[in-house]
């Protein structure tokens, strides 16, 4: 998985990182009324944009 990120490019992971960050709004103004099914996916889905704004970090410094 991490070095499937450092493969990409930049634009691929902007794209992404706005469809995960869209995701992690979605459960977290989603579910406000009500439970979550799944309560680790919010914890999942940080870590994953973590990971994307990490690779984004490494492509800008070189």
Same mark, same amino acid.
């Given at each position: 998985m991490k070095k499937e990120k450092t493969k990409k490019?930049?634009?691929? /992971? @902007? *794209? @992404? /990182?706005?469809e995960k960050r869209l995701s992690l709004r979605d459960i977290?103004?989603? !579910?406000? !009324?009500? *439970?979550? *099914?799944?309560?680790k996916e919010q914890k999942n889905i940080k870590k994953e944009i973590a990971r994307i704004k990490t690779a984004l970090n490494i492509k800008i410094e070189n």
């Amino acid at each position: 998985m991490k070095k499937e990120k450092t493969k990409k490019n930049t634009g691929d /992971l @902007e *794209k @992404e /990182l706005n469809e995960k960050r869209l995701s992690l709004r979605d459960i977290r103004f989603g !579910g406000a !009324g009500s *439970k979550s *099914k799944n309560v680790k996916e919010q914890k999942n889905i940080k870590k994953e944009i973590a990971r994307i704004k990490t690779a984004l970090n490494i492509k800008i410094e070189n």
